[in-house]
């Protein structure tokens, strides 16, 4: 395949994923005929003929870098469903004490049903700019339904036999809206990349503090010699007005220098979403009465056959993950939340 032809192929996979249509002309170009929001973003009108002489299709032409951005602007996603032969049927209050406390509430589990329910394994890429670079990759595993990190399921997966779904024939469990997921996921990973920079961040500040300190001694050091050269008696009194003049403007001299070695260590985060899995796995929903003071509530927790657990809550109050629960009375309704949530 060419090079005309391997941008013809990215650009027809794009037409036909945005839900367009497209036929090769005779001379080889593209007659495409594109919804109102992709020719508005790509910037031509909706039928076209692309990679003819009016619009060509060649590297670094405006409609291909804005085709580009589309397609990596997008999170590629792919689904996959994990049925385990056999789902544990007993044995779920042992399992309940050991993974998740309720310090505060009395709780019961009132039953339990075979369910299914989704995860999205995110991967980040995330690159640290400064006067060095620093990248890498993160990895989010997170129940779709609560928002709770279940980190123990990303080594856990590849090794259950996922069977990957084409994209024709995903299954209705999958929540449609996919953006909230994907956001709390993608605030998992920038918190995780933070985490994994903090060497690196730390290591720009101290080289910052150490170069300020240099440049300061460097203009103290300076100032002192100049000021005793001043009573050299070979100095005319036009020159020493000079030198003084001269003294006077380093305090300004020393601080551009120190605002330029600020910028040289100031660090830009860029984080990209790569790829989002959204896995469907058959689970054991618990059904658990929590009785809190008088008033009492049901929530549904999830057995995970892959990590062998029960997932971690998402606090409703902050969203942050817990397997430790308090319950707070709030309008008559018990609310589940993390310690720092319920004060
Ligand atoms: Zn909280």
Redesign the pocket.
């Known amino acids: 395949m060419d090079c005309n032809e391997r941008l013809r192929e990215l650009v027809l996979r794009f037409i036909n994923h945005q839900g367009g249509a497209a036929e090769v002309t005779e001379d080889g170009a593209l007659r495409v005929l594109l919804p109102p929001e992709v020719a508005e973003a790509v910037g031509v009108s909706e039928e076209s003929v692309l990679g003819g002489t009016e619009i060509p299709l060649v590297y670094g032409s405006p409609v291909l870098e804005r085709i580009i951005q589309q397609v990596t602007s997008h999170v590629p996603v792919v689904y996959a469903l994990i049925q385990p032969p056999y789902l544990k049927k007993a044995g779920f209050e042992q399992i309940l004490s050991r993974d998740i406390s309720f310090p505060n509430a009395r709780v019961m589990i009132t039953g339990t049903a075979a369910a299914r329910t989704s995860y999205m394994v995110l991967t980040v890429h995330y690159l640290a700019l400064s006067d060095e670079r620093r990248e890498g990759h993160i990895n989010i595993a997170l129940q779709e339904r609560t928002g709770a990190n279940v980190q123990r399921l990303l080594d856990a997966w590849s090794g259950r036999a996922p069977v990957f779904l084409d994209p024709g024939k995903i299954p209705t469990h999958f929540p449609h809206q996919m953006d909230d997921p994907l956001k709390t996921a993608f605030e998992l990973a920038k918190a995780s990349s933070e985490e994994a920079l903090q060497d690196f961040l730390e290591s720009m500040k101290r080289r910052l503090h150490r170069d300020i300190r240099n440049i300061r001694e460097y203009y103290a050091t300076m100032e002192t010699e100049m000021r005793e050269g001043l009573s050299h008696s070979s100095l005319g009194e036009e020159q020493k007005e000079e030198r003084m003049a001269k003294i006077a403007d380093l305090p300004l001299e020393a601080g551009r220098k120190i605002e330029d070695i600020r910028q040289k260590y100031q660090v830009r985060i860029r984080l990209r979403p790569s790829v989002a899995i959204r896995i469907l796995i058959d689970v054991v929903q618990v059904m658990v009465k929590l009785q809190y003071r008088k008033a009492s509530r049901e929530i549904n927790l999830f057995w995970n056959p892959v990590t062998q657990a029960i997932d971690p809550l998402a ?6 993950t ?1 397997s430790t629960a308090y319950c707070r009375e709030e309008k008559g309704r018990i609310k589940v ?6 004060g």
């Open positions: 606090c409703e109050g902050c969203g942050k817990i939340m993390c310690r720092l949530c319920n």
